[in-house]
C-alpha cells in the first residue's frame, strides 16, 4: 500500500528509534561479585538452588586473593583490580577448575567495567571452559548471558543469538525482559519473524501481569507490524504508546494510521493533539494540518493555525500559503479577513489570476471601483486562465458605474471566447438598453 503523506514519517529510520533494550550486565558493585558466582564465605559450596552440581570447594588463600580484587572493585579502581588478578594468575597452575572460573569470572567483570568488552567476552568464555560440572549453575548461566550482551553492545548479533538461545535452553525461569532482549537480537539480526514472537512474548507477559510494557518494547513491536503493512496492529499499538507514552511523534503516527484507515475523524482529533502539544514545528505538518480542519468542515481553525504559523514564521509567507489562508477565512464566511490576504497573496504571485478573483469578489460586494482596480492589475501581470470571464466582470463593474461605452468595450472582448459568448451578448444587450434609457432621460 502506498505511504499517504501523514504516514511517510513513520519511517523504517523514525522506527528504529528508541528500541534498544536496557542490558543487565555483570552483577553491581554493590552486591559483591563473590556473592554473584556462588561465594559469600571461604571454601563455600554452591547455593541452595545448585545443589545438585557438585563443584570443587574454593581454598582460602584463593578465596582472599579475590577478596583483595573485591575490595578495589569496591572502590571502583579497575587498574589495581586488574593488577591483582593478573598477580593472582601468576599462580593459577596450581588452581582448581572452579577457582580459576572464579578467578576469570572477576576478569570478565573488571573488563566490562573498564569497557573493554571483548576480553571481557573472552574472559567469561573462559569461565565456562573450565567445564559447567566444575562451576555452579548460576556462575554459568550468567556468563552465558552476559557473553550474549555483551555481544549486543559489541554488535555482533549472530553470536549474540547464539548465547542467548544457549541460555533459554538452560533456563527455568525466562522473564519478559529476557524475550524482549532476544527479539532485540533477532531483529538486529535481519530476522524479524523471529524478532516479532519474542517481543510479542514480552508485551504480551507484562500485560498478563497487568504491568505496562515498556516504551521501548511496543516501538519495535510498532515498527516491525508496520513492515507487514499490518495497519490495524500498528494502530492498536500507537494507541497504546500514546495512552501510556503521550509524546507528539507518537500522536503524528497516529493520525497517520487513522489516515490511512479512512478514519477521518479520529485522524483529525489526533493531529489536533499533536498540534497543542508542540508537536507540529514543520511548514509541511502545519499546512496539513490547517487542510484537515477545513476538509472537516472546520475551516476557521485551519485559518488560525495558518495565521500562528506565518506570524511564528513557521510557515513562510508565500504566494500559494496566503491564498490558502485566504481560502480557509471565505470557506469560514469570514470575507474581510480573506481579502486582505488574498489582496497579499496576488501581490507576492508573478500571474494575475489571484487579482482576477479578487476582481470578483469585489463585483459582488458592489465595489465596483476596487473590481476595475483589480481587474486592472490582473490585465498588468497577465498570465491568465480565463480572461473572458476577467472581462465580463470589468464589463459589469463599468456598467454599474454607468460607463456604458467602456463596458461594452470589455464585454465585446469577453464574447471572443465562446465559453463566454453568450452570456456577453445578454449583459451587451442590457447595456446598450440602460444606455439608451440614460440618453432618453437627459433628453
Given at each position: ?5 501523514m ?26 561479585v ?109 556468563s ?36 524482549a ?18 517481543i510479542?512474548?514480552?508485551v504480551s507477559m ?7 510494557p515498556?516504551?521501548?518494547?511496543l ?13 490495524k ?16 511523534e ?61 506570524d ?103 464574447k ?27 433628453i
Amino acid at each position: 500500500m502506498k505511504m499517504t503523506t501523514m504516514t511517510k514519517g513513520i519511517s523504517r529510520f523514525v522506527l528504529r528509534t528508541s528500541v534498544a533494550l536496557p542490558l543487565v550486565m555483570a552483577p553491581a558493585v554493590s552486591v559483591t561479585v563473590l556473592e554473584a558466582v556462588g561465594v559469600s564465605a571461604p571454601f563455600a559450596q554452591a547455593s541452595a538452588a545448585e545443589e545438585t552440581r557438585k563443584v570443587p570447594a574454593m581454598r582460602e588463600n584463593v578465596f582472599k586473593k579475590l577478596g583483595k580484587v573485591q575490595e578495589a572493585a569496591d572502590a571502583e579502581d579497575w587498574n589495581a583490580a586488574l593488577a591483582a588478578l593478573r598477580d593472582m594468575e601468576e599462580g593459577k597452575d596450581k588452581y582448581n577448575a572452579y577457582e580459576k572460573a572464579q578467578m576469570y569470572f572477576f576478569y570478565g567483570f573488571v573488563y566490562y567495567s573498564m569497557e573493554r568488552y571483548n576480553q571481557a567476552i573472552a574472559s567469561y568464555k573462559n569461565v565456562l571452559a573450565q567445564g559447567v560440572e566444575n562451576i555452579p549453575v548460576g556462575t554459568e548461566l550468567n556468563s552465558i548471558k552476559t557473553i550474549a550482551q555483551l555481544y549486543m553492545v559489541t554488535e555482533d548479533f549472530g553470536q549474540a543469538l547464539k548465547y542467548l538461545n544457549r541460555w533459554f535452553d538452560r533456563a527455568e525461569t525466562v522473564s519478559a525482559t529476557d524475550y524482549a532482549l532476544r527479539g532485540q537480537a533477532h531483529y538486529q539480526n535481519g530476522d524479524e519473524d523471529g524478532a516479532l514472537r519474542d517481543i510479542n512474548k514480552a508485551v504480551s507477559m507484562f500485560e498478563a501481569d497487568g504491568k505496562v510494557p515498556k516504551e521501548n518494547w511496543l516501538s519495535l513491536q510498532r515498527f516491525l507490524y508496520y513492515e507487514k503493512n499490518d495497519y490495524k496492529k500498528v494502530t492498536s499499538i500507537l494507541e497504546k504508546l500514546v495512552k501510556y507514552y503521550p509524546k507528539g511523534e507518537y500522536y503524528k503516527q497516529l493520525s497517520g494510521m487513522y489516515g490511512e484507515l479512512k478514519r477521518e475523524k479520529d485522524q483529525l482529533h489526533m493531529m489536533e493533539a499533536a498540534y497543542i502539544a508542540g508537536a507540529l514545528q514543520k511548514e509541511k505538518e502545519l499546512l496539513n494540518m490547517a487542510y484537515l480542519f477545513m476538509g472537516n468542515e472546520v475551516p476557521y481553525k485551519g485559518a488560525k493555525v495558518i495565521k500562528k504559523g506565518i506570524d511564528e514564521k513557521k510557515i513562510e509567507r508565500t504566494s500559494k500559503n496566503l491564498e490558502t489562508l485566504a481560502q480557509a477565512y471565505q470557506m469560514a464566511q469570514e470575507l474581510q479577513k480573506s481579502i486582505p490576504q488574498l489582496e497579499a497573496a496576488a501581490k507576492l504571485s508573478e500571474e494575475g489570476e489571484l487579482y482576477s478573483r479578487l476582481a470578483g469578489i469585489y463585483l459582488d460586494l458592489d465595489k465596483n471601483e476596487k473590481a476595475l482596480e483589480m481587474g486592472g492589475k490582473a490585465l498588468k501581470k497577465g498570465d491568465l486562465k480565463r480572461p473572458d470571464q476577467l472581462y465580463i466582470v470589468l464589463g459589469m463593474a463599468n456598467a454599474n458605474l454607468k460607463k456604458y461605452d467602456t463596458a461594452l468595450k470589455n464585454l465585446e472582448k469577453a464574447k471572443k471566447d465562446e465559453r463566454s459568448e453568450k452570456f456577453a451578448n445578454q449583459w451587451i444587450e442590457f447595456v446598450k438598453t440602460e444606455k439608451s434609457r440614460e440618453e432618453q432621460l437627459a433628453i
